[in-house]
């Protein structure tokens, strides 16, 4: 289990009554849970967006002819970057 770590947050009273709702319909079993969880799924899709800004920058050819460097034979050194 992970190690937690209180702190203290504003919250906007409307989005505090969503969370309460979300809680009273036992999709979550505590404010906290809520919030912990919305902040992983945001820290994980800006992982995620990070991560297709960067593979977008990489030439597709350069990368399939790496690829299939490879594939068919050792290479003998990296090449720089």
Do not use: C, H
């Not at 800004?53 to 050194?77: D, H, M, Y």
């Amino acid at each position: 289990m992970a190690v937690t770590t209180k702190i203290a947050i504003s919250v906007d009273k409307k989005v505090l009554q969503r969370i309460d709702k979300l809680v009273d319909q036992n999709l979550f079993p505590s404010r906290s849970r809520a919030i912990q969880i919305a902040l992983e799924e945001k820290l994980s899709k800006i992982d995620k967006s990070r991560l297709a800004v960067e593979s977008s920058k990489l030439n597709k050819s350069e990368e399939q002819s790496l690829a299939e460097e490879s594939f068919f034979g050792e290479i003998t050194e990296w090449p720089e970057y």
